[in-house]
């Protein structure tokens, strides 16, 4: 029930017309959970079980300077309020935020290149927010168990997976992706590893096809006894696609995965892992800047940021399960639109 109220007051924020879109496939158009303010950018975003987005926005949120903040939402009060955990001395640009144990782990691409924490409940979170280590390149964090595990590409032409020690800063690689950069993961229950290969090529002439790879987790155990990194050879993917930028992982059979292209609508797919069939969900609205920025779940809703770079704005939209979440959001848009219709002039 306390999914369906959501849904259905984020329907009342997605009748609102904005510059950016995420549309079902079919073309109805995704509800908005909150706008973070004109101007406001969303880089990254993570969500925790409770209901919390945590995000990283750059924009003016005084209207005179530029700013970066870590910003928190609850579902509580359908996000209608933000709490700032930590703002940097100056603008940054946000590479991700993942939260585990009601803490913020985040971190910036550029210039500082810190990955740093914040108590998400913390009201001292700004004086209390740490600093772990300096990685260049970072791109995303996820937890499997009480381990942590970063992707970065140091060189920029060759992606690790590391284990990442949270207290020491230590780094141990234990998947080289043999010239990828800095592709998506996500951790099943089991401890397996998915990875998938970005597909991108940013200038070092070394264009790996997309693809989503499975490590399991006694692999993954017998690399960092080793010290020897796991590889791609001589396996076969779960998944054949063209590249990967954002995973959030449904459940050990479901992920949900978005896929950026400059020159047309992003898309975001459902796949099983058991098969490696896709499903298209939905895409966004335009071409040439409007691209996903961040998706993630958060009290068992997924949610998905669209931010239009050259307008510098982002919306974080509900993207309903599909079935039975994507039925009751177009039936309450209809109904809705009837309700209007049925208005006297």
């Given at each position: 029930m306390?999914?369906?109220?959501?849904?259905?007051?984020?329907?009342?924020?997605?009748?609102?017309?904005?510059?950016?879109?995420f549309n079902f496939t079919?073309?109805?158009?995704?509800?908005?959970?909150?706008d973070p303010g004109p101007g406001i950018s969303i880089s990254a975003l993570g969500g925790d079980a409770q209901g919390n987005l945590v995000y990283l926005a750059r924009g003016s949120f005084d209207g005179i300077s530029t700013e970066s903040r870590l910003i928190r939402r609850s579902a509580a009060d359908n996000f209608a309020s933000e709490t700032t955990l930590y703002?940097?001395?100056?603008?940054?640009?946000g590479s991700f935020v993942t939260l585990s144990g009601g803490t913020a782990y985040f971190g910036d691409s550029f210039p500082l290149e810190e990955i740093r924490t914040a108590g998400i409940d913390d009201p001292d979170s700004q004086s209390n927010s740490t600093a772990i280590r300096k990685v260049t390149g970072n791109f995303t964090?996820?937890?499997?168990?009480?381990?942590?595990?970063?992707?970065a590409d140091p060189t920029f032409s060759n992606a690790q997976v590391y284990q990442f020690d949270l207290f020491s800063g230590a780094l141990q690689s234990v998947l080289n992706t043999q010239g990828d950069t800095t592709g998506p993961i996500a951790f099943n229950s089991l401890?397996?590893?998915?990875?998938?290969?970005?597909?991108?090529?940013?200038?070092?002439?070394?264009?790996?096809?997309g693809d989503i790879f499975r490590f399991t987790a006694a692999e993954?155990?017998?690399?960092l006894a080793s010290g020897i990194a796991l590889t791609f050879d001589g396996r076969t993917p779960v998944v054949m696609n063209d590249g990967n930028q954002y995973f959030a992982l449904g459940d050990d059979t479901t992920l949900f995965q978005t896929r950026s292209d400059f020159d047309e609508p992003n898309k975001l797919l459902l796949y099983n892992l058991l098969t490696g069939s896709g499903t298209l969900l939905g895409s966004t609205g335009g071409t040439g800047?409007?691209?996903?920025?961040?998706?993630?779940?958060?009290?068992?809703?997924?949610?998905a940021a669209v931010t239009d770079f050259n307008a510098g704005h982002s919306l974080v939209f509900v993207v309903p399960e599909p079935g039975t979440g994507l039925s009751l959001a177009l039936g309450v848009l209809a109904l809705s639109a009837l309700r209007r219709r049925a208005i006297p002039a």
């Amino acid at each position: 029930m306390k999914r369906i109220v959501h849904l259905l007051a984020a329907l009342a924020l997605g009748t609102t017309l904005h510059a950016q879109s995420f549309n079902f496939t079919g073309g109805a158009a995704a509800p908005v959970a909150f706008d973070p303010g004109p101007g406001i950018s969303i880089s990254a975003l993570g969500g925790d079980a409770q209901g919390n987005l945590v995000y990283l926005a750059r924009g003016s949120f005084d209207g005179i300077s530029t700013e970066s903040r870590l910003i928190r939402r609850s579902a509580a009060d359908n996000f209608a309020s933000e709490t700032t955990l930590y703002t940097y001395p100056s603008p940054v640009f946000g590479s991700f935020v993942t939260l585990s144990g009601g803490t913020a782990y985040f971190g910036d691409s550029f210039p500082l290149e810190e990955i740093r924490t914040a108590g998400i409940d913390d009201p001292d979170s700004q004086s209390n927010s740490t600093a772990i280590r300096k990685v260049t390149g970072n791109f995303t964090l996820a937890f499997s168990g009480g381990s942590a595990f970063l992707v970065a590409d140091p060189t920029f032409s060759n992606a690790q997976v590391y284990q990442f020690d949270l207290f020491s800063g230590a780094l141990q690689s234990v998947l080289n992706t043999q010239g990828d950069t800095t592709g998506p993961i996500a951790f099943n229950s089991l401890g397996d590893l998915f990875y998938g290969r970005s597909g991108a090529d940013f200038g070092g002439g070394n264009v790996l096809a997309g693809d989503i790879f499975r490590f399991t987790a006694a692999e993954i155990a017998a690399s960092l006894a080793s010290g020897i990194a796991l590889t791609f050879d001589g396996r076969t993917p779960v998944v054949m696609n063209d590249g990967n930028q954002y995973f959030a992982l449904g459940d050990d059979t479901t992920l949900f995965q978005t896929r950026s292209d400059f020159d047309e609508p992003n898309k975001l797919l459902l796949y099983n892992l058991l098969t490696g069939s896709g499903t298209l969900l939905g895409s966004t609205g335009g071409t040439g800047g409007e691209n996903f920025s961040g998706l993630t779940f958060a009290g068992g809703q997924l949610y998905a940021a669209v931010t239009d770079f050259n307008a510098g704005h982002s919306l974080v939209f509900v993207v309903p399960e599909p079935g039975t979440g994507l039925s009751l959001a177009l039936g309450v848009l209809a109904l809705s639109a009837l309700r209007r219709r049925a208005i006297p002039a």
